[in-house]
């Protein structure tokens, strides 16, 4: 298993419960694919430095992971089909 951090930037239309919601999901995803939570951070809503999906701001989320390499194809398509995720980044923290 390897160590992955993720970057997530959600809707800012989503409601407090909705957010905490779509961060549960993230997590879900993980684990459903044999991965372990190591930490997370929320660093709340913040103004975007351009448009995404016409939204000027959005929620960012930190998660800290680790995962089998094998399975963040299925983790980053499951993340593309989720409309509430505006973008999104895996960083494998073990080549940095």
Do not use: C
Request: proline letters at 1%; charged letters at 30%.
């Amino acid at each position: 298993m390897r160590n992955y951090e993720g970057v997530f930037i959600l809707s800012p239309e989503l409601s407090a419960d909705a957010l905490k919601g779509g961060v549960s999901q993230i997590q879900e995803l993980v684990t459903k694919n044999g991965g372990r939570i190591d930490g997370l951070q929320e660093w709340g809503r913040k103004r975007l430095a351009y448009k995404i999906k016409k939204k000027q701001e959005g929620h960012y989320v930190i998660l800290n992971f680790q995962i089998d390499s094998s399975q963040t194809k299925k983790i980053e398509q499951a993340l593309r089909l989720n409309d509430n995720i505006l973008r999104y980044l895996l960083i494998n923290k073990e080549e940095l």
